[in-house]
């Protein structure tokens, strides 16, 4: 590993992902009496702790952020085996938890000569600061510095969104998010609360009548966000959430879904948490929610990269077989046919809408590689002229081919084709340009 990666328990990751990724979590305190305060996570599960404000209705449980001693502790075995350490903490506008983990690295750097400790502001919480903490992972298993993955994050925290609603008003005005007559009222009204995360903090509370209207208008703001902001589903972690499980979540989840489906948005992969106590002390046990964060993307291209190994070519014209592809725009046949092939060796059929689509993606990329460019405001338009469908359907069936793909082949069938190690299934733009990449290379 080229650094160790530690984060507070706001990041709601699931214990078996944490163990496997090694990533050290400093745990929140909780407390419902206000004197004895159990570690989230280790001394008291999300589970429970849920369970136990339902069963206590007019219990209040408050959290206490990690001691400095906790992010001391969690340092100190990185720094021992000379390994640079990047903690990435819960909102600075919602917690102290960040400036603990500041006066930790102060204390470890002066005790142990060439320490080197980063502590970045998530400007998140819950899932979003959990994938976050993926995206940290990712960066971190290719074998990139810890300067890559601090410059990186600190991009991708930016593009962070939480839409969330929760079944009672009282927590937020224990909280202080509402005054005690508002409380009063929504509950006699029925009234729920639709609350937005962004820029760090929580934005101000809009009020549904009954929990069905809130759930809608949530998945509403969810996909009208989603339009105004010309966001790509391949492009960016899409995650739901609940505190106590509740059959509902289930039923939102499939109407979040098929509402996003119908308005072109094809979702391949939902990242599911549950929600932790930092955010559950304020929405009771009862919240649930959606959100979005940008993945974190590596900075190279297939097609840029072979503009280099072209000029290597002419020195030494014996790495490559002469090429079908006539570089003045010429097109034959054989290149097509080599296109199938490869598709068909990776487990993609005829039978599929998208083996024809990717297969014509990929021809016009060979013919002009400035359609890598912009795929959504080139190649989908194009490859919906030739065959005559529309662009959101070159989309999603394009993106339904790669799934199926990857889960025929997998990450080897990926890398070989890649030309290198393949841990993640490519976005639909990644998946062109390396596929394109080695047709050309292979021709």
């Not at 509402?178 to 009063?184: D, E, R, Y």
């Not at 106590?277 to 993307?297: C, D, M, N, S």
């Amino acid at each position: 590993m080229q650094f160790g990666i530690v984060s507070d328990s706001s990041c709601d990751l699931p214990e078996a992902y944490l163990q496997a990724e090694q990533v050290q979590i400093v745990s929140f305190y909780i407390s419902f009496d206000g004197e004895n305060y159990y570690q989230e996570g280790k001394q008291i599960s999300i589970p429970d702790f849920y369970q136990k404000m339902a069963d206590n209705p007019d219990c209040f449980p408050k959290t206490s952020m990690p001691s400095v001693q906790d992010y001391v502790d969690a340092f100190v075995p990185f720094v021992k085996d000379g390994m640079p350490v990047l903690c990435i903490c819960l909102s600075k506008k919602l917690s102290g938890s960040m400036q603990a983990a500041i006066n930790a690295k102060q204390v470890v750097e002066e005790q142990y000569e060439g320490a080197r400790i980063e502590i970045l502001d998530s400007a998140l919480a819950t899932a979003l600061q959990g994938m976050l903490v993926k995206a940290a992972v990712e960066i971190r298993n290719v074998g990139e510095s810890l300067d890559e993955a601090v410059r990186c994050l600190g991009e991708i925290r930016k593009s962070g969104h939480i839409f969330f609603t929760t079944d009672d008003l009282k927590y937020l005005e224990h909280g202080g998010r509402i005054g005690k007559a508002a409380s009063v009222a929504g509950s006699v009204l029925k009234i729920k609360p639709l609350l937005q995360f962004y820029d760090g903090e929580l934005g101000p509370a809009e009020l549904c009548r009954g929990r069905k209207k809130s759930i809608l208008k949530l998945i509403e703001k969810m996909e009208t966000y989603m339009e105004e902001h010309d966001i790509h589903p391949e492009d960016y972690y899409i995650v739901t959430g609940v505190g106590l499980w509740v059959e509902e979540y289930e039923q939102f989840k499939n109407q979040l879904a098929e509402r996003l489906e119908e308005a072109g948005f094809h979702v391949a992969q939902w990242e599911d948490i549950q929600i932790g106590a930092t955010i559950g002390v304020h929405t009771g046990p009862y919240p649930l929610g959606t959100g979005l964060l940008k993945r974190w993307k590596k900075e190279c291209s297939f097609l840029s990269f072979f503009s280099s190994i072209l000029s290597i070519s002419v020195v030494f014209p014996v790495i490559f077989k002469e090429s079908r592809y006539d570089s003045s725009g010429g097109w034959k046949e054989e290149n097509m046919q080599l296109i199938y092939e490869t598709l068909r060796s990776l487990g993609l059929t005829s039978k599929y809408q998208g083996y024809q689509q990717l297969a014509e993606a990929t021809k016009i990329v060979l013919e002009n590689d400035n359609f890598m460019l912009n795929v959504t405001k080139n190649i989908y338009p194009e490859v919906a002229f030739r065959l005559k469908v529309t662009s959101q359907s070159v989309e999603r069936n394009i993106r339904t081919a790669i799934e199926v793909c990857w889960r025929q082949s997998g990450p080897e069938g990926f890398s070989k084709i890649a030309g290198c190690k393949i841990t993640r299934i490519p976005t639909n733009a990644e998946f062109i340009d390396m596929f394109a990449f080695y047709i050309k290379t292979h021709s």
